[in-house]
């Protein structure tokens, strides 16, 4: 059960865009449609962004998208606002019926 | 509005038991596969464990498997986390987490924070 890989960190400026990268294995990722990511704010609970590889949940801008290629997904967040200062982690489905995160992704809006 | 309530969070020492509970309110409880997800401090996020609407079928992280035990009581709308022989490794905040569509985890708790530590 080893974590999804992800940057450590990433940082852009107001109004740019910035794509966090997810990289797991065939077991996990590159095997099932079932990637999510989440948002958390320092001290608060995960937010869930996006589900089923590229599905928005109500209520999350579509500024947040993400896609999937092999053993690898990504979020692009566009037009970045300051409020998307956050960690961010991706999530599987795996062969062995559990479920693992990547490491997180800091994202510092400069 | 969908709430889960964690309690049962506190010190205890390691080689201890500490059960953990989840109060669910605002869907259809039986509906839905639950979760526990953890986070030591400083740290990521950690899946821990996961249970079937139905109680039928669960599944460990192989940090806690044989030591941690999840369960529901769907009469209850409640969750809960039965931990045994807690190690040090074992301090962080745990989640409770509702599933949507059994395949991701569309609502979180504020979590309970369990210490292990002599």
């Known amino acids: 059960q080893s974590a999804l890989t992800q940057p450590r960190s990433v940082s852009a400026s107001p109004g740019q865009s910035v794509t966090i990268s997810c990289t797991g294995t065939a077991s996990d990722v590159g095997g099932f449609d079932y990637v999510s990511w989440y948002q958390q704010h320092p001290n608060k609970a995960p937010r869930l962004l996006i589900y089923?590889?590229?599905q928005r949940p109500s209520g999350v801008p579509d500024r947040f998208s993400a896609s999937k290629s092999g053993n690898s997904a990504s979020l692009t967040i566009s037009g970045l606002q300051p409020e998307d200062e956050a960690d961010y982690y991706c999530?599987?489905?795996?062969?062995?019926?559990?479920?693992?995160f990547g490491g997180g992704t800091k994202l510092t809006v400069l | 509005e969908v709430q889960l309530v964690e309690s049962g969070g506190g010190l205890v020492q390691p080689g201890r038991a500490l059960r953990l509970s989840c109060a669910a309110s605002?869907?259809?409880?039986?509906?839905?596969?639950m979760h526990w997800v953890r986070q030591a401090p400083g740290k990521g996020l950690e899946w821990v464990a996961g249970?079937?609407?139905?109680?039928?079928?669960?599944d460990y992280a192989d940090s806690v498997k044989g030591r941690f035990t999840i369960s529901r009581d769907n009469a209850k709308n409640s969750l809960y986390l039965q931990m045994n022989s807690l190690r040090p490794e074992d301090t962080a905040l745990y989640y409770c987490v509702k599933t949507y569509g059994d395949r991701t985890f569309d609502h979180w708790g504020l979590g309970a924070l369990v210490t292990v530590s002599s």
């Open positions: 089923g590889v590229t």
């Open positions: 605002g869907f259809t409880f039986e509906d839905v596969a």
């Open positions: 999530s599987s489905f795996t062969v062995s019926f559990t479920w693992v």
């Open positions: 249970v079937t609407w139905n109680s039928v079928s669960s």
